[in-house]
């Protein structure tokens, strides 16, 4: 069973800025990559950016880079992301999914609405 738990979205102008936080209830976490992921309306999944286990490496996909930046607690069991300069294409369902592929099983998301 998923226990990863996304919170921290809400309503925000386009060019402000949100942090995304993700805790998993899994001792384990600091022995997986993490992944953020994201739905927009009548989209698939999109991959936003995966972290290593030890959060020194982070890899975004094009339309983030730049903007976003992924890190870790593991002593906390928790991933970020903090999101900066939102563009209104940026609103989207966010998802953290655990495990050597960002598309596995996601947890509860968080929504990000970006709108003036």
């Known amino acids: 069973e998923v226990q990863l738990v996304a919170s921290g979205g809400g309503l925000v102008q386009p060019g ?3 942090r995304l936080s993700c805790a998993d209830s899994d001792f ?10 994201r739905q ?11 972290i290593n286990t030890d959060g020194t490496r ?3 996909a094009s339309s983030v880079r730049g903007r976003f930046t992924a890190s870790r607690d ?3 069991n928790t991933l970020y992301l903090q999101l900066n300069n939102l563009k209104t294409e940026d609103t989207a ?6 495990g050597p592929s960002a598309y596995g ?3 509860q998301g968080t929504q990000v ?3 003036s």
């Open 16 to 18: 402000g800025s949100l």
């Open 28 to 37: 384990k976490f600091s022995i997986y990559y993490m992944h953020w992921v």
């Open 40 to 50: 927009r309306p009548g989209k698939a999944i999109e991959w936003v950016s995966t």
């Open 58 to 60: 982070a890899e975004y």
């Open 74 to 76: 593991n002593a906390k």
């Open 93 to 98: 369902m966010y998802y953290c999914v655990k």
């Open 105 to 107: 099983p996601r947890g």
């Open 113 to 115: 609405t970006v709108s």
